[in-house]
């Protein structure tokens, strides 16, 4: 008992003494180590100690840039701009010596990667990435990078170590978050420091800082790079190949301190074992820094690294060793917390000590790891030595968009490709030249290709901190196959450079004609769609197949443009159909008759439609990325204006002005009773919804359409089980990310401009949606073998099978479209974008007697 007192008494004490300490820098600093005063610290460009404010990210870049203003170890770069247009900022620090040769250091270390090549790994230095706050409103990282930032630069003791070691540090991961957050807790922070867990300036506002412009978590985004925070940091990461990477993180207030390793069993397979055995090495450094500061810490016992999207586990396939750390988040300046009080100053000073705890291990195992970077790249030609797959090609005939992008993207990851200059057929599979791309396999990057295509469905836990699939050609709803040396060596490909341009469409035909059509197979057609739609012209919807005089067939969901009411002459439009048509990337078809085969194009069949006013419900308990994924696809990919509708607004706005609503992901219990009259009103008025995830749940208990769902049945027989077994027992019933096979009716609207039936779909939650039994409501349903790549529990599979995947629901002369999956994930799940684009364009067409 005497014993226990006297702990809890210095724990207590280790918690309150950086309330009194906070304002001195030497309460950062390790002992030992004299500072070379010509380096300002960051109290003297600031005017405030770090710790006392949320350094927003001006006040970062105007310190690291005075800084490396006065230091000939440090060189600052700007990498690129954020949405919000903020500098992206890396530090280069290293010895003056190594400054003068920084390409030359690049490129032995590129040789690092050919198994071949000659290298003194003796004299390599060592590259660390310093990575902090991906997460903005996990500020205590972005602040260490201050302290980081003056140590390395200004320590006297470190001099000779530079020669060996190169440090990229990138303070903010993600500048508009950081800059979000900091805003909201200065504003609301008192001079006198509250901790209560209620406060205002502890509860911050949705969306939150944690994402960025568009509410995207941008620690997934790193094999996906679909945001330019992103593309920029991967490119500098590939142009550099660090040894280490830190990747520093919060968690729970209620928490202590979190470094890596995670979990064995839940590393991916592609990861060599040797990586786990470092970074429990590296492990120990923190252990010896942080106990000399009295932190309490764990690891093993949490976190893994299986998706290779994230900081911690993007360099893991890549011969690098990603760490996470997770740090108990104060949020603001002060918290209580199950451990006492916990001040902001105390979270920046364990990140700051595991900076420098990692710096001593880059130190002491710098030949290891150049050895282990050079062996990962050995070890990955052996095994495309023994592979029998020599290449992968993938593609699509009838949309070039989708496989631009996936191109794209693998493009940004230092990977060779190759576009197909002919046409050829794989097992029966046709690729088109100038549609489709050869990825070899005989590459540096082979591990990396590997996680890309592979599909997986076994595995060694059941566990997973985030998804357990993401075949990149399903992700797109391309076809693919694996090639043989064979078949490879008779492809004309050529190879094609980073940041290629998208293939601009055309108008087939003259000014003048009858009137002008487009099918809607491409990517981007409803790009075109609006962009028309805009200038006043005349846009229909063939839910018929047309053949076109020229034989040209035109199949359903083709669109016919005419001037319409609007006053343009001929050559105004021909000059609107160009330009969008480029844009677009797709091909527009002069129609000189109206007497066309199939149907006439002034059929009854055809709807005029009406150019989508779009209204997406934000704030409150609505999910803010997936709100934010529809924003982005609106105003990044198809131009297309939306208003953001806070949920609070919802029952004084004039819902007229919209003919589509979207209800992503989420509770809408706050619009109360008067929202749900205000919105079956409106459908019944002839809106059309678009609902998503639990929303339909909303809408099913409010009568509002009719969704239900599948109860679990599965009932536990056993009057006892074993307590230690509860959080696995539980874990393994979690859907946290999978691919499942769906059949889709490509003749109803929700499935135009698809080619096949066949469709992969993600999912992440267990909603399991009964279908309608009016079978035309049904647009797509879960196949009776679903498990595509990913894991899901077995009880869970059970109930999937031949379930609904998306429902349509008539009220009125309106429709409430509802999708189980979020068929726009994480923005690069291009397969199923456009099930929701004709939601909003072609929802209004669907006939009532298919909707009930």
């Given at each position: 008992m005497?014993?226990?007192?006297?702990?809890m008494i210095?724990?207590?004490?280790?918690?309150?003494?950086?309330?009194?300490?906070?304002n001195?820098l030497?309460?950062?600093?390790?002992?030992?180590?004299?500072?070379?005063?010509?380096?300002?610290?960051?109290?003297?460009?600031?005017g405030?100690?770090?710790?006392?404010?949320?350094?927003?990210?001006?006040?970062?870049?105007?310190?690291?840039?005075?800084?490396?203003a006065?230091?000939?170890?440090?060189?600052?770069?700007?990498?690129?701009?954020?949405?919000?247009?903020?500098?992206?900022i890396?530090?280069?620090?290293?010895?003056?010596?190594?400054?003068?040769?920084?390409?030359?250091?690049?490129s032995?270390?590129?040789?690092?990667?050919?198994?071949?090549?000659?290298?003194?790994?003796?004299?390599?230095?060592?590259?660390?990435?310093?990575?902090?706050s991906?997460?903005?409103?996990?500020?205590?990282?972005?602040?260490?990078?201050?302290?980081?930032?003056?140590?390395?630069?200004a320590?006297?003791e470190?001099?000779?170590?530079?020669?060996n070691?190169?440090i990229?540090?990138?303070?903010?991961?993600?500048?508009?978050?950081?800059?979000?957050?900091?805003?909201?807790?200065?504003s609301?922070k008192?001079?006198?420091?509250?901790?209560?867990?209620?406060?205002?300036?502890?509860?911050?506002?949705?969306?939150?800082?944690r994402?960025?412009?568009?509410?995207?978590?941008l620690?997934?985004?790193?094999?996906?790079?679909?945001?330019?925070?992103?593309?920029?940091?991967?490119?500098?990461?590939?142009?550099?190949?660090?040894?280490?990477?830190?990747?520093?993180?919060?968690?729970?207030s209620?928490?202590?301190?979190?470094?890596?390793?995670?979990?064995?069993?839940?590393n991916?397979p592609?990861t060599?074992?040797?990586?786990f055995?470092?970074?429990?090495?590296?492990?120990?450094?923190?252990?010896k820094?942080?106990d000399?500061?009295?932190s309490?810490?764990?690891?093993?016992?949490?976190?893994?690294?299986?998706?290779?999207?994230?900081?911690?586990?993007?360099?893991?396939?890549?011969?690098?060793?990603?760490?996470?750390?997770?740090?108990a988040s104060?949020?603001?300046?002060?918290?209580?917390?199950?451990?006492?009080?916990?001040?902001?100053?105390?979270?920046?000073?364990?990140?700051?000590?595991?900076?420098?705890?990692?710096?001593?291990?880059?130190?002491?195992?710098?030949?290891?790891?150049?050895t282990?970077?050079?062996?990962?790249?050995?070890?990955?030609?052996?095994?495309?030595?023994?592979d029998?797959?020599?290449?992968?090609?993938?593609?699509?005939?009838?949309?070039?968009?989708?496989?631009?992008?996936?191109?794209?993207?693998?493009?940004?990851?230092?990977?060779?490709?190759f576009?197909?200059?002919?046409?050829?057929?794989?097992?029966?599979?046709?690729?088109e030249?100038?549609?489709?791309?050869?990825?070899?396999?005989?590459?540096?990057?082979?591990?990396?290709?590997?996680?890309?295509?592979?599909?997986?469905?076994?595995?060694t836990?059941?566990?997973?901190?985030?998804?357990?699939?993401?075949?990149?050609?399903?992700?797109?709803?391309?076809?693919?196959?694996?090639?043989?040396?064979?078949?490879?060596?008779?492809?004309?490909?050529?190879?094609?450079?980073?940041?290629?341009?998208?293939?601009?469409?055309?108008?087939?035909?003259?000014?003048?004609?009858?009137?002008?059509?487009?099918?809607w197979?491409?990517?981007?057609?409803?790009?075109?769609?609006?962009?028309?739609?805009?200038?006043?012209?005349?846009?229909?919807?063939?839910?018929?197949e047309?053949?076109?005089?020229?034989?040209?067939k035109?199949?359903?969901?083709?669109?016919?443009?005419s001037?319409?009411?609007?006053?343009?002459?001929?050559?105004?439009?021909?000059n609107?159909?160009?330009?969008?048509?480029?844009?677009?990337?797709?091909?527009?078809?002069a129609?000189?008759?109206?007497?066309?085969?199939?149907?006439?194009i002034g059929?009854?069949?055809?709807?005029?439609?009406?150019?989508?006013?779009?209204?997406?419900?934000?704030?409150?308990?609505?999910?803010?990325?997936?709100?934010?994924?529809?924003?982005?696809?609106?105003?990044?990919?198809?131009?297309?204006?939306?208003?953001?509708?806070?949920?609070?607004?919802?029952?004084?706005?004039?819902?007229?002005?919209?003919?589509?609503?979207?209800?992503?992901?989420?509770?809408?219990?706050?619009?109360?009773?008067?929202?749900?009259?205000?919105?079956?009103?409106?459908?019944?008025?002839?809106?059309?919804?678009?609902?998503?995830?639990r929303?339909?749940?909303?809408?099913?208990?409010?009568?509002?359409?009719?969704?239900?769902?599948?109860?679990?049945?599965?009932?536990?027989t056993l009057?006892?089980r074993?307590?230690?077994?509860?959080?696995?027992?539980?874990?393994?019933?979690?859907?946290?990310?999978?691919?499942?096979?769906?059949?889709?009716?490509?003749?109803?609207?929700?499935?135009?401009?698809?080619?096949?039936?066949?469709?992969?779909?993600?999912?992440?939650?267990?909603?399991?949606?009964?279908?309608?039994?009016?079978?035309?409501?049904?647009?797509?349903?879960?196949?009776?073998?679903?498990?595509?790549?990913?894991?899901?529990?077995?009880?869970?599979?059970?109930?999937?099978?031949?379930?609904?995947?998306?429902r349509?629901?008539?009220?009125?002369?309106?429709?409430?479209?509802?999708?189980?999956?979020?068929?726009?994930?994480?923005?690069?799940?291009?397969?199923?974008?456009?099930l929701?684009?004709?939601?909003?364009?072609?929802?209004?067409?669907?006939?009532?007697?298919?909707a009930?």
């Amino acid at each position: 008992m005497k014993t226990t007192k006297i702990f809890m008494i210095a724990l207590l004490a280790w918690l309150i003494l950086p309330v009194k300490a906070q304002n001195s820098l030497s309460y950062y600093l390790p002992q030992g180590y004299t500072y070379n005063p010509t380096i300002p610290t960051p109290k003297q460009v600031l005017g405030f100690e770090v710790g006392d404010w949320h350094a927003t990210h001006d006040q970062v870049v105007m310190y690291m840039q005075a800084v490396a203003a006065a230091s000939d170890r440090v060189s600052i770069e700007v990498i690129g701009r954020t949405y919000e247009m903020r500098p992206q900022i890396v530090l280069t620090i290293t010895s003056p010596a190594n400054h003068g040769k920084l390409d030359q250091i690049k490129s032995e270390r590129k040789k690092l990667r050919d198994p071949s090549a000659n290298v003194d790994i003796d004299k390599m230095p060592l590259v660390m990435w310093a990575g902090y706050s991906v997460h903005g409103n996990e500020p205590s990282a972005v602040n260490a990078s201050l302290l980081a930032a003056y140590h390395f630069a200004a320590a006297n003791e470190i001099a000779a170590d530079l020669d060996n070691i190169v440090i990229l540090l990138d303070p903010a991961l993600n500048p508009d978050g950081v800059n979000r957050f900091a805003s909201w807790v200065n504003s609301h922070k008192s001079y006198v420091m509250n901790g209560d867990p209620v406060n205002r300036e502890l509860n911050e506002a949705w969306p939150r800082g944690r994402t960025n412009h568009y509410w995207f978590d941008l620690n997934r985004d790193w094999l996906p790079a679909q945001h330019p925070e992103s593309r920029n940091r991967v490119a500098k990461v590939q142009e550099w190949l660090p040894n280490i990477h830190l990747d520093f993180h919060e968690m729970g207030s209620n928490s202590t301190f979190f470094f890596q390793p995670g979990v064995p069993t839940r590393n991916h397979p592609l990861t060599p074992k040797k990586s786990f055995e470092l970074t429990e090495k590296i492990g120990q450094y923190h252990a010896k820094h942080l106990d000399k500061i009295g932190s309490l810490y764990y690891s093993q016992e949490d976190f893994d690294d299986f998706y290779y999207g994230k900081g911690s586990t993007y360099p893991d396939v890549q011969g690098s060793i990603g760490i996470l750390f997770e740090q108990a988040s104060s949020r603001g300046h002060l918290q209580e917390t199950i451990y006492g009080p916990l001040t902001f100053a105390f979270t920046i000073k364990n990140q700051f000590t595991t900076t420098l705890s990692s710096f001593e291990a880059a130190r002491e195992m710098r030949v290891e790891l150049n050895t282990y970077l050079r062996d990962f790249y050995k070890e990955a030609k052996t095994e495309y030595d023994a592979d029998t797959n020599k290449a992968l090609i993938f593609g699509s005939k009838e949309d070039a968009g989708r496989t631009y992008h996936l191109a794209d993207m693998i493009l940004q990851h230092d990977i060779d490709l190759f576009s197909l200059k002919e046409d050829i057929s794989v097992n029966g599979v046709e690729f088109e030249k100038e549609k489709a791309y050869i990825v070899p396999l005989n590459q540096p990057q082979y591990r990396l290709i590997k996680s890309l295509f592979e599909t997986r469905t076994t595995f060694t836990d059941s566990l997973f901190y985030d998804v357990s699939a993401w075949t990149m050609p399903m992700a797109f709803n391309l076809d693919y196959m694996e090639l043989s040396s064979k078949i490879l060596n008779l492809a004309n490909v050529e190879e094609v450079p980073k940041n290629f341009p998208k293939a601009k469409g055309k108008v087939v035909g003259q000014p003048g004609a009858y009137s002008y059509m487009f099918g809607w197979s491409e990517y981007y057609a409803p790009k075109a769609a609006y962009a028309l739609m805009d200038k006043g012209y005349l846009v229909r919807v063939a839910h018929e197949e047309i053949t076109l005089p020229e034989a040209i067939k035109m199949k359903r969901g083709s669109i016919i443009v005419s001037k319409g009411q609007s006053q343009a002459t001929d050559q105004e439009l021909y000059n609107d159909l160009v330009k969008a048509a480029e844009d677009a990337g797709i091909e527009i078809h002069a129609v000189t008759t109206g007497y066309s085969g199939g149907v006439n194009i002034g059929s009854p069949s055809i709807d005029v439609l009406k150019k989508p006013e779009i209204a997406i419900l934000v704030d409150g308990g609505v999910s803010s990325s997936d709100a934010g994924e529809v924003w982005h696809l609106l105003d990044q990919r198809f131009q297309m204006p939306a208003t953001l509708l806070p949920v609070d607004r919802f029952n004084a706005a004039d819902l007229s002005r919209y003919n589509v609503i979207v209800f992503s992901d989420g509770n809408y219990n706050q619009l109360g009773k008067s929202g749900v009259e205000k919105t079956k009103n409106w459908v019944r008025d002839g809106g059309t919804v678009i609902a998503t995830g639990r929303a339909l749940n909303w809408f099913g208990q409010n009568e509002i359409a009719t969704f239900k769902f599948k109860e679990d049945e599965t009932k536990d027989t056993l009057v006892q089980r074993s307590y230690a077994d509860y959080g696995n027992a539980t874990g393994a019933k979690v859907t946290g990310g999978a691919i499942f096979n769906v059949n889709l009716d490509i003749t109803h609207p929700i499935g135009y401009g698809y080619e096949k039936p066949e469709l992969f779909t993600f999912r992440g939650d267990n909603l399991f949606m009964v279908p309608a039994e009016n079978a035309y409501a049904n647009p797509m349903v879960y196949t009776a073998n679903p498990l595509a790549s990913g894991y899901i529990h077995p009880s869970n599979l059970e109930q999937i099978k031949n379930s609904g995947a998306i429902r349509v629901s008539g009220v009125g002369r309106g429709r409430v479209i509802g999708f189980v999956d979020n068929p726009n994930f994480r923005g690069f799940w291009f397969g199923t974008n456009k099930l929701f684009m004709n939601a909003i364009f072609f929802g209004q067409t669907i006939q009532s007697g298919t909707a009930r």
